[in-house]
């Protein structure tokens, strides 16, 4: 019989630091967002001083990460990114069927006899992502996703591993579930399901007027209470199931120049096209935005804006002369501003990609790409890059408490001394 597996890495930020530092096993590790402004990551033995409040300010919690010698790390996602590619890589040992729902967990269809088997495969995943990768994770197995992820949530007061199968089981545990805490439902759909006494998992499941849960919470809010039910609505998405992706970051200081911003959307086109190229797919359409920063005071200003090509496309040069296209329609002089991005729309798989009759140039420069691939992966990413891209980039993000590139750059192996 088929199950749901929820793979989630435990404090992932912070145990892709702790893999190559052996010295941090038992100390308190936090982990921060771009531009070192905020906690974002903690693990356990940070928690448990009183840490753990997520977005906190960094600079509130300095005095406290002198006191109690915790180490501090800036935000390092091109290792994160590495890390948990490997942790998929296993998974996919385990099953063809992975949905990465996103960087550190993952939807895993698998299959089992009894609930001891789907225990003890549910071990065997735990251990073998440990032995192989050297992250902890949690595993969830249940019919459907929706309760998969809260048998994830319990797996972390069991023994790392929650099978949810048997129904009295279920539940139980539904009973005693608040419907705040099910995967999709925000804040605001817990207000409304609270104003028909819906309370918890187990409430919001036999509740009976399908008619006005689909009015409340649209369709989707519908589909959550099928899989509440056993009933599988959210099937497992393939990569190149994906409707968009993008690349955005908060600049290391204000920026006021066009040439600046300029630099920023191009290395952030090049990277999603990355993505697309890495997934096989290709794109029809791109938007871009750029933002000033909404904590300072002064004017403040959002500017949004989309181009389309008329085939779809993966080159990196295409999505850096659409960015551009879009940054001298949204640009504003004067002001100084804090974060920008871009955002890849109408994804395709490359191979049902239909070419346009009057398109100039059908070879979307995959040549160019496919070499450009190759000497960046096997010499470092951003290895060769577009001009566009700059060379300084002096608006990068700041990252004092950076880690080293452990499994990317050459000359940021860990070394080992005999």
């Keep these: 019989m088929k199950y749901v597996a929820l793979v989630d890495c435990n404090s992932f930020y912070c145990s892709c630091e702790k893999i190559f530092r052996p ?142 199968v048997d129904g009295p089981q279920i539940e139980r545990t539904l009973r005693d579930f608040p419907v705040r805490d099910i995967w999709g439902i925000g804040a605001r759909s817990a207000v409304k399901l609270n104003m028909l006494d819906i309370k918890t998992a187990y409430e919001f499941r036999v509740f009976e007027n399908t008619a006005m849960i689909q009015k409340l919470l649209t369709k989707v809010g519908r589909e959550i209470q099928d899989e509440l039910r056993g009933i599988n609505c959210l099937s497992l998405e393939a990569p190149e199931d994906k409707k968009n992706t993008g690349n955005s970051r908060s600049f290391g200081h204000d920026l006021y120049t066009k040439r600046e911003l300029r630099e920023a959307l191009a290395q952030f086109a090049s990277n999603a096209a990355q993505k697309l190229r890495n997934q096989q797919s290709v794109c029809f359409s791109m938007s871009a935005f750029i933002c000033t920063n909404p904590f300072k005071n002064g004017p403040q200003y959002f500017g949004e804006a989309g181009v389309r090509f008329t085939s779809g496309t993966s080159d990196t040069l295409k999505l850096i002369a659409g960015a551009h296209e879009i940054l001298e329609e949204i640009y504003r002089p004067g002001l100084g501003y804090k974060k920008g991005g871009v955002l890849l729309n109408h994804i395709v798989p490359k191979k049902e990609c239909q070419m346009d009759l ?61």
């Excluded at 509130?60 to 942790?87: C, E, G, P, Q, W």
């Excluded at 420069?365 to 566009?388: E, Q, W």
């Excluded at 408490?401 to 860990?414: D, F, G, K, N, V």
Aim: include cysteine; aromatic fraction near 8%; hydrophobic fraction near 40%.
């Design 23 to 164: 010295e941090l096993r038992n100390r308190p590790v936090i982990v921060l967002s771009n531009n070192d402004g905020a906690a974002i990551a903690f693990t356990k033995e940070a928690k448990a001083l009183g840490l753990g409040q997520m977005c906190e300010a960094f600079f509130k919690l300095r005095d406290l990460v002198k006191k109690h010698d915790i180490a501090v790390f800036s935000s390092n996602y091109t290792l994160y990114d590495d890390i948990s590619k490997r942790v998929m890589n296993v998974l996919r040992e385990f099953s063809p069927r992975v949905e990465v729902y996103s960087v550190d967990e993952a939807f895993v269809e698998i299959e089992a006899a009894s609930a001891i088997d789907l225990e003890a495969l549910g071990q065997k995943m735990r251990m073998e992502i440990f032995r192989k990768v050297g992250i902890p994770v949690g595993v969830g197995i249940s019919h459907t996703k929706v309760l998969a992820k809260i048998a994830n949530k319990l797996s972390k007061k069991h023994t790392g591993v929650c099978v949810l």
């Design 358 to 418: 009057f398109n100039k140039d059908p070879s979307d420069n995959g040549s160019l790409n496919h070499v450009v691939d190759i000497i960046n992966k096997k010499f470092g990413p951003h290895t060769i890059k577009s001009a566009a891209c700059g060379i300084e980039q002096e608006w990068k993000t700041i990252r004092a408490h950076i880690s080293r590139q452990y499994t990317t750059e050459w000359s940021e192996l860990l070394e080992v001394e005999l």
